[in-house]
């Protein structure tokens, strides 16, 4: 369902397009290219993987695919691990980073798991390839003096500068995934009751509470730009553009961004920098881990507990430079 709003791969050739708008599975023999939509459609509609990573994951298919053109391959059972590995060299010659390299060689894996269920090929290349060894590196964090001056960054006399606050005050205020955030439902919100109702990754609901001051920029949002913003129209999302649309994530990145440096954070800033504040900062005012994993929708502790090692990187540094012995 996913596919058809997708943008075509770049430079891709069309040689079995009629096949695949009639719905026709690929016939064994044909260019690795001629797969990729029937991959794309399995990841959506059985692995129910999110639109995003839908994506991200075509995006990969075609740098893979790009690498192995100008390689002279085109067959999928004429890939060999050798090609993987050279494929994995190039990415880091393009300095990809490590966590780059061991999601591609994950795509690659599903990839041609997906082509041997299909008997399309016969063995799966990637299986004696193992993952890069990845370092587990601290996320960027603002100090809470940051977060006041980023916060109060935007003009709230118009109606889009009254929405950019309000959005910036909710992602602070509930760590949500700028995906949920630009995509957040009128419907998820509780504002006499002070939380929202999140949809995120795998369908799992849960509850986030905010604050008064997140609660009273959205209600000065919903009463004084909103309105505004939707000249008459009627939209379900709570964060509506001058188009009566939701936003993109790439736009709000934008926002956020040139807000920062604008405002002089010299800091690499996105959204997600906001979500990693928001639970560093609970952590350091006392919060449990538990609560802290619940509110940011990570299934397992694990993940939350990189933002304890972020407190006690903090905590050494406040040491090394107040203390006399430091």
């Not at 599903?110 to 063995?123: G, H, Q, Y």
């Not at 001051?213 to 919903?222: F, P, V």
Request: aromatic share 8%.
């Amino acid at each position: 369902m996913y596919i058809e709003s997708m943008p075509r791969g770049r430079g891709r050739k069309t040689a079995c397009k009629p096949d695949r708008e009639k719905g026709a599975r690929p016939a064994a023999g044909q260019p690795f290219f001629s797969y990729q939509d029937l991959f794309l459609q399995y990841l959506a509609a059985e692995r129910r993987l999110s639109p995003n990573t839908v994506q991200s994951y075509s995006y990969d298919l075609d740098s893979f695919f790009a690498f192995l053109g100008a390689q002279g391959v085109s067959q999928p059972e004429t890939i060999s691990a050798e090609h993987i590995r050279l494929y994995l060299s190039h990415c880091k010659k393009k300095r990809l980073s490590s966590r780059t390299a061991a999601r591609k060689l994950s795509m690659l894996r599903a990839f041609f798991r997906f082509l041997l269920a299909e008997k399309i090929v016969t063995e799966v290349p990637t299986s004696v390839i193992d993952l890069p060894k990845l370092g587990r590196s601290l996320p960027t964090v603002l100090t809470v003096a940051e977060v006041t001056v980023l916060l109060s960054g935007f003009d709230s006399g118009t109606p889009l500068g009254l929405r950019n606050q309000a959005m910036l005050y909710l992602l602070y205020a509930t760590g949500l995934r700028v995906s949920e955030l630009v995509l957040l439902p009128m419907a998820a919100l509780k504002l006499n009751a002070g939380y929202l109702r999140v949809l995120g990754k795998g369908s799992k609901e849960r509850l986030v509470p905010f604050g008064e001051e997140a609660g009273g920029k959205i209600e000065s949002y919903l009463q004084e730009s909103r309105p505004r913003l939707l000249k008459g129209r009627v939209s379900d999302f709570l964060f509506v553009t001058s188009r009566g649309t939701a936003m993109t994530r790439k736009r709000f990145w934008q926002i956020v961004g040139a807000t920062a440096r604008a405002l002089g954070i010299n800091k690499k800033i996105s959204p997600h920098v906001l979500r990693h504040s928001f639970a560093t900062h609970l952590l350091e005012h006392g919060a449990d881990l538990r609560s802290v994993q619940l509110m940011l929708g990570h299934s397992d502790i694990a993940t939350t507990q990189i933002y304890t090692h972020v407190s006690r990187s903090r905590l050494v540094g406040i040491h090394r430079k107040f203390h006399p012995r430091g």
